[in-house]
């Protein structure tokens, strides 16, 4: 089983970015019934959960990113997007998703928000 997070790159403060964490090796039944979470580590900060994404309950964003941030996902596909709007410059960092059921992260993904 792994992780891989896409969407990643440089945008405009005020911008916009989705993300994409596509499983792999993972059953469809595994997968509906995971819960998959993104993290943001900003350099020199630690990794912190922003939102987790379950099929039958419903997502818990971090204040910081409450209103702007929205998870979604596509079970058929094995995947979990992160719709990012209103980016601010404090949004950049590494983002990762990480499944519960494996206790496996992806490897990252870059965002970089300039002011």
């Known amino acids: 089983v792994q992780l891989v997070e896409s969407g990643g790159g440089l945008v405009q403060a005020g911008g916009s970015l989705t993300l994409s964490c596509t499983a792999s090796?993972?059953?469809?039944?595994?997968?509906?019934?995971?819960?998959i979470s993104w993290h943001r580590q900003a350099p020199g900060n630690e990794r912190r959960e922003l939102v987790a994404s379950s099929t039958d309950t419903s997502a818990e964003y971090q204040d910081t990113v409450k209103g702007r941030f929205t998870v979604s996902r596509d079970n058929t596909r094995r995947r979990v997007y992160l719709q990012m709007n209103s980016l601010k410059p404090e949004d950049a960092g590494v983002y990762y998703c990480c499944s519960a059921a494996h206790r496996l992260w992806g490897q990252g993904t870059q965002v970089t928000v300039s002011s």
């Open positions: 090796g993972m059953i469809l039944s595994v997968f509906s019934g995971d819960t």
